[in-house]
Each structure stands twice: as structure tokens, then as C-alpha cells.
């Protein structure tokens, strides 16, 4: 009889070109918010989408040492997770450096095309607020993840579930509108509240073109690659 042949292995996909499954969101995004949580304790001020920090620090009964142990904690308990299920090649280093890779091809990308976007639309003369270069990185990296999440992650994604859900309405239709309307969210949360920037248009267009480019690297990459394209680009715009 016969010997059947072997099914040939699992080709791995190619870096860059498939979209990120939850595991290697949770591993890659991982270092982004621990180094945040760690950095926001010294500083005077948060990102405005950070609803973890305020309770960390009251499970730490608000001590910093606490607080900052918790957090480490938190990162362990999801590295050594990851190990005992097996999931040792989302932590090589090598892992990390593509997603910085691309995070920053396309930070650099989204730059230029916003800025080619907003170049005929008017600038109001006008100063935003400055942070050294400490505070500059640990805001970055919240950006990066807590505006990622609320935006991306709840905006979009769940809201374009449940617009979907509400009738027969074309995909082809409603998720370009609804990234849309989802970007220029995004956009004017800079605008809001007691740290928000005064509203210029050109500020406004140019979040709101960065915020159509994050939900494509989004729908089409994942959610850490978002992060970490927008982590990025802030800490060019804002640090450096």
C-alpha cells in the first residue's frame, strides 16, 4: 500500500503583509504600555484616553514604588503567558524591530501625505504647548496605545459592527464614511477640553488625513502596527 505523502508545512507569511492576530497585538503593544505607565507616573499630566493609570494607582493605594511594581507585574504576567502557551516567537527581538521598521515607513508616509493634503488649506499663526524630551516620549507612547484603542479599536471598528448590524447597508459604503467620521473624531478630541489646542483649521485637516491613515494601517495591518506608527510619529513631531 502506498505511503500518502506528507502535506507540505505551513508557509510562514511574509512580515508586513498580513494582518496581526490578537496574540501579537497583546506581545507587541505590551512594551508601548508598560513604558508609558511607567514614565506617566513622574509627570503632571496623562493622555486624556488613559482610564487605567488613576486605577493602578489606587489598587497601589497610591504609592509610586506600588505602582510602578504593579505595572511591571502586569508586563511579566503577559511574557510569561505568552512562553507557556507557546507563543515564544512573538517576543524575539527581531519582532519588535520590523513593526518599529514599519511603524516608521509609515509614520514618515503619513506625514507626507497629510502635509501634501492640508498644503492649500490656510494656517492661523499660533503656538502648542511644548514637553521635554521625557514627557514628550511617555505621552507619545500613550497616544500611540490609548488612542489607538479608543479610536481604532472601539470607534471604528466596533461602530462600523454595529452600524452594520443595523441594516443591509454595503460594507463598500459604510466603512469609508464611518473611517471618516472616525478620523475626524479623532481630529477634534485634540481640540477638546481644558488641554485641548485652540481649534485651526489646518491642524484639524492634517489629524484628520493622519487619522484615515492610521484606521487603513489598522483594517489592514492590525492593531500594533497602528500603535506603533503612531507612538512613532509623535515622538518625531513631539521629541525630536
Known amino acids: ?11 510562514e507569511p511574509t512580515p508586513g503583509t498580513h494582518r496581526t492576530d490578537a496574540v501579537t497585538d497583546l506581545a507587541l503593544t505590551m512594551p508601548i504600555f508598560v513604558a508609558y505607565h ?4 513622574f509627570l503632571p499630566v496623562r493622555n486624556a484616553a488613559d482610564l487605567v493609570t488613576s486605577r493602578l494607582a489606587a489598587l497601589a493605594e497610591h504609592s509610586r514604588a506600588g505602582y510602578m511594581a504593579l ?3 502586569l508586563g511579566a504576567v503577559v511574557v510569561l503567558a505568552l512562553l507557556l502557551l507557546g507563543h515564544r516567537d ?11 521598521v514599519e511603524g516608521v515607513v509609515y509614520a514618515a508616509t503619513m506625514r507626507y501625505v497629510a502635509g501634501a493634503a492640508t498644503s492649500l488649506v490656510p494656517m492661523a499663526a499660533g503656538a502648542t504647548g511644548e514637553f521635554d524630551t521625557f514627557t514628550a516620549v511617555v505621552m507619545s507612547l500613550g497616544a500611540g496605545f490609548y488612542e489607538e484603542l479608543m479610536f481604532r479599536v472601539g470607534a471604528f471598528a466596533l461602530g462600523a459592527k454595529f452600524l452594520l448590524h443595523l441594516d443591509d447597508w ?7 464614511l ?12 485634540h481640540h477638546l477640553g481644558p488641554s485641548g489646542e485652540p481649534f485651526e483649521l489646518r491642524a484639524f485637516v492634517f489629524r484628520t488625513v493622519c487619522g484615515l491613515v492610521f484606521t487603513v494601517i489598522y483594517a489592514f495591518r492590525g492593531f500594533a502596527p497602528a500603535v506603533w506608527t503612531h507612538a512613532l510619529y509623535d515622538v518625531w513631531v513631539m521629541a525630536l
Open 1 to 11: 500500500m502506498a505511503r500518502a505523502a506528507a502535506a507540505p508545512a505551513a508557509k
Open 38 to 41: 511607567i514614565g506617566v507616573v
Open 71 to 73: 505595572t511591571a507585574g
Open 90 to 100: 512573538k517576543l524575539r527581538a527581531s519582532t519588535f524591530a520590523l513593526v518599529a
Open 170 to 176: 454595503p460594507k463598500w459604503a459604510v466603512l469609508p
Open 178 to 189: 464611518w473611517a471618516l467620521a472616525c478620523a475626524a473624531a479623532f481630529s477634534l478630541w
